[in-house]
C-alpha cells in the first residue's frame, strides 16, 4: 500500500483530498497544526482517523519521522488566501515562508517519490483582458499570500538537478464546492450562501475574471500527477483548473440566480481592496497530462445548496472560513 503524507490534511482542500485517496487504498497520514480550530482537544478526540499527526511544519524532527516509509508529500499547509495573511503577517511569513522552505529542505533530502507543492493562480495578480496567463506568464503577485507562493516555487525550481525526489508545482485555481470542513469565505461558496439565505449580496468589481475549480477535481489532478511518468511532471509547474470555469463575479451571480432568482443583488461601482484580475490558461495541463474536470460552476452550486439544505451545522458554526487562527497553541 503506497502512503501520503498530506501537509494540511485536516484544511477544506486536504479533507477531500484524503477522502478521494482513501477510496483508492492509499495510506494517508495527516499532518497538521490544526491552526484554525480553537478548540484542538475536541477536534482531535473526536477524530476517527488514527492516521493524524498534530505537528507544526517548522518541527524539522517531527516532520522526518513523519514522511519516514512514505511515498509521497503534499504540501496544502499554511494560511490561504489573501485576507488571513494580510491580518496574520507575522504568523505568515513563519509558516508561508519559513515552514514551507524548511519542509521543502527535509523533503527533498528524503527518500520520496514525489512531493507536491501546491501553489495558486493568484500569482498573475492582474492580466491583459485578452491574454490568458499560462505558466509561463509574468507573475504580478499582489498579497504576501501569492508573495510567499512565488517565493516558494522559486526555491523549490533552485533544487532542481539536486534532488532525486520528483517535484512538481500546482497552481491552483480559486476553490469551491463541499468539504468536511466547508469554507464559506470562497466567492463561489459565499455567494450562493448569501443567497440561499435570502440575504443581500454586495458585489464589488463585477467584471474582474478569476478562475476556478472543485474541490474534487483538485484531488483528481493530483492524482494524476501521482500516477504521470516523472518525466512529464519532474519540476514542472501546472496551473490546475478548467477553461470552462473562468468567470467574473457578474457571471457567477448570473449562474446562481438560475437556481435562486434574487433581487437583493447590489453590483457597486466602488473598487475593493481586492483588485484581482486573471482569465487563466490550462491548456497545459489538458495537453500533457489529459487533465479535464468533472465539476462546473453550475454542478458546484447545485452542491452547495444541497450542502445548505441538509446540514445544520453549517448554521450553528459561524466560523466556517479562514477568519481567525490560533497559532503555537498547546494541547492539554
Not at 11 to 21: A, E, P
Not at 127 to 142: A, G, V, W
Not at 199 to 208: F, I, M, P
Amino acid at each position: 500500500m503506497k502512503k501520503i503524507v498530506l501537509f494540511g490534511g485536516e484544511g477544506y482542500i486536504g479533507k477531500v483530498v484524503s477522502q478521494h485517496f482513501k477510496k483508492l487504498n492509499f495510506e494517508i497520514i495527516s499532518f497538521d497544526n490544526l491552526i484554525y480550530y480553537k478548540d484542538k482537544n475536541k477536534y482531535i478526540l473526536n477524530l476517527k482517523n488514527k492516521n493524524f499527526i498534530y505537528g507544526d511544519i517548522n518541527d524539522t524532527k517531527l516532520v522526518k519521522k513523519t514522511i519516514k516509509k512514505a511515498n509521497f508529500a503534499i504540501v496544502l499547509a499554511g494560511l490561504v488566501g489573501d485576507p488571513i495573511t494580510k491580518k496574520y503577517p507575522k504568523e505568515s511569513k513563519m509558516i508561508n515562508i519559513q515552514g514551507i522552505k524548511n519542509l521543502t529542505d527535509v523533503c527533498l533530502s528524503s527518500d520520496l517519490e514525489k512531493y507536491i507543492f501546491i501553489s495558486t493562480c493568484s500569482n498573475y495578480g492582474i492580466s491583459k483582458k485578452k491574454i490568458k496567463p499560462n505558466e509561463k506568464s509574468p507573475l504580478k503577485p499582489l498579497s504576501l499570500y501569492s508573495k510567499a507562493k512565488i517565493d516558494t516555487e522559486k526555491y523549490i525550481i533552485s533544487k532542481k538537478n539536486k534532488t532525486s525526489v520528483v517535484c512538481t508545482i500546482l497552481r491552483f485555481a480559486t476553490a469551491f464546492g463541499a468539504s468536511p470542513r466547508m469554507r464559506f469565505d470562497l466567492t463561489v461558496n459565499e455567494f450562493v450562501k448569501i443567497l440561499f439565505l435570502n440575504k443581500t449580496l454586495d458585489v464589488y468589481d463585477a467584471d474582474t475574471w478569476r478562475p476556478y475549480c472543485h474541490v474534487k477535481d483538485f484531488a483528481k489532478f493530483i492524482e494524476i500527477i501521482l500516477n504521470s511518468d516523472s518525466k512529464k511532471v519532474n519540476f514542472q509547474i501546472f496551473n490546475a483548473g478548467s477553461s470552462q470555469n473562468n468567470f467574473t463575479k457578474r457571471m457567477l451571480v448570473n449562474e446562481i440566480t438560475k437556481i435562486i432568482p434574487s433581487n437583493k443583488i447590489n453590483f457597486l461601482n466602488k473598487k475593493s481592496n481586492d483588485m484581482r484580475d486573471y482569465n487563466v490558461d490550462f491548456s497545459k495541463a489538458e495537453s500533457i497530462l489529459k487533465f479535464r474536470t468533472n465539476w462546473n460552476i453550475e454542478s458546484g452550486i447545485k452542491e452547495i445548496i444541497n450542502e445548505l439544505k441538509n446540514n445544520k451545522y453549517i448554521f450553528e458554526n459561524k466560523s466556517l472560513g479562514n477568519y481567525k487562527i490560533f497559532y503555537n497553541q498547546k494541547l492539554t
